[in-house]
């Protein structure tokens, strides 16, 4: 994978490019201001795990703006990875991670993204994709319904661990 996603993929105004070290900050800081909640520890981790090692089936792509020292220096990231036989299921790409600026958001960042990291998969050789939706984020289900995904065979339990 990584050839191809090291080397920019223009873009209308930005590129989608594999992580450095250097954009954690910045991922920290979206999240942060997508989520309402800091998690310095959690994002360098991920990027230790992700970032670095097996990269082979491993995409943490970001969105950069093509214009330099732009004021929003990271416009959206993407994680995911290749898994294998868990609950019996044959190799397909999960992606556990999106989020795109709320102030460059509806200029298809987060369709390239989406389209960078499918084609990775597409590389690695796996024809299936899944991620998990909150039943109630309308935006997040509009958007990955838009990009083809459709409720899959399995079903999340879960219960209080007391
Ligand atoms: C969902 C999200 C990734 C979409 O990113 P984006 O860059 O705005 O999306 P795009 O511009 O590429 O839009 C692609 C498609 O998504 C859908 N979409 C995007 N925003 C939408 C909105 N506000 N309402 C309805 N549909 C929308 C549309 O189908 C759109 O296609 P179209 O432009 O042809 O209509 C972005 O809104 C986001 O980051 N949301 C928060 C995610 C989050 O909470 N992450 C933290 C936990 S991981």
Not at 48 to 60: A, C, I, K, M, N
């Amino acid at each position: 994978m990584a050839a191809r996603a090291e080397e920019a993929v223009g873009k209308d105004g930005f590129a989608v490019k594999r992580v450095r070290a250097g954009d954690i900050r910045h991922v920290t800081a979206l999240d942060e201001r997508v989520t309402g909640l800091a998690k310095p520890t959690y994002w360098q981790d991920i990027f230790e795990r992700y970032g670095r090692r097996r990269l082979q089936e491993r995409q943490f792509l970001v969105a950069e703006p093509d214009t330099p020292n732009s004021s929003v220096p990271i416009l959206g990231f993407i994680i995911g990875e290749v898994r294998a036989w868990e609950f019996g299921s044959a190799p397909c790409g999960w992606v556990f991670a999106l989020s795109v600026e709320p102030k460059a958001r509806q200029r298809g960042v987060g369709h390239a993204l989406f389209e960078a990291i499918s084609r990775e998969f597409r590389t690695l050789g796996v024809t299936k994709m899944r991620t998990m939706v909150a039943r109630d984020n309308r935006l997040h289900l509009l958007f990955f319904r838009g990009e083809g995904m459709m409720a899959g065979p399995y079903l999340q339990l879960e219960k209080e661990v007391d």
